[in-house]
């Protein structure tokens, strides 16, 4: 089955520094990568979301780079803000037999120092 | 639109009793899903649902039971509650391929 494993698994940055969170994936049929937000005590939401067809994504402060030869996908923050602190969750995805299999990384727990 | 729903927020359950976490939706997706979540863990998939009287297992499966008999509606079923299903509990929807998940507040749930 897919594995997917994130880096790191906490990251400290100053307010202002950019923060970048990598993932790889074994199953080269994954062709749905998004990104995920968990602030403490709340529920996972999306922020940004990348296709197989696309090598990058950026929406403001936040970029999305893919390179499926190596498979890997990673997470860039610029202008990090301290209500950037969460834990950030990386998933692959892929179609299986009518179904939509999502694998989920660890998670990174963001914190930005002000 | 509401989204996703989950009920209760919280419960605690002696070992052994039962209890149903409710899930429902009001995007019309097809897919639903149910995540637990362990500190340190991510999100593990225990039982998932590609539309109104089909479901089928995750990674986790055990001591659960899910039903689908509405596209609105996805409840988790826990029998004989053990120590070892303590988590949070997630319900998701999707409204189709390459689409994101949508997460409902969650259920945190203790068994003692």
């Known amino acids: 089955g897919e594995n997917v494993e994130q880096h790191p698994s906490t990251l400290s940055v100053q307010e202002g520094d950019s923060a970048v969170i990598k993932c790889t994936y074994s199953?080269?049929?994954?062709?749905?990568f998004p990104w995920y937000k968990q602030e403490l005590g709340k529920r996972p939401q999306l922020i940004i979301d990348?296709?197989?067809?696309?090598g990058e994504k950026k929406d403001q402060r936040i970029a999305v780079t893919l390179n499926k030869t190596a498979k890997h996908f990673s997470l860039h923050i610029t202008e990090t803000q301290p209500e950037d602190s969460a834990v950030y969750f990386c998933a692959a995805s892929k179609n299986s037999g009518g179904y939509q299999k999502v694998t989920f990384g660890i998670g990174t727990k963001l914190q930005v120092i002000p | 639109n509401a989204g996703v729903t989950q009920t209760p927020k919280f419960r605690i359950l002696k070992i052994g009793q039962s209890m149903t976490l409710q899930c429902t939706q009001d995007m019309n997706h097809n897919y639903m899903y149910w995540y637990r979540q362990d500190p340190g863990m991510g999100l593990k998939l225990i039982y998932y649902?590609?539309?109104?009287?089909?479901?089928d297992k995750g990674e986790v499966p055990n001591g659960y039971n899910v039903s689908r008999s509405t596209t609105e509606d996805f409840p988790l079923r826990l029998e004989l509650a053990a120590p070892s299903q303590t988590s949070v509990y997630f319900c998701?929807?999707?409204?189709?391929?390459?689409?994101?998940?949508?997460f409902g507040n969650g259920t945190r749930l203790t068994v003692t």
């Open positions: 199953d080269s049929a994954s062709n749905y």
């Open positions: 998701a929807s999707r409204g189709g391929y390459n689409s994101p998940l949508h």
């Open positions: 649902s590609v539309g109104a009287g089909i479901t």
């Open positions: 990348i296709r197989s067809n696309v």
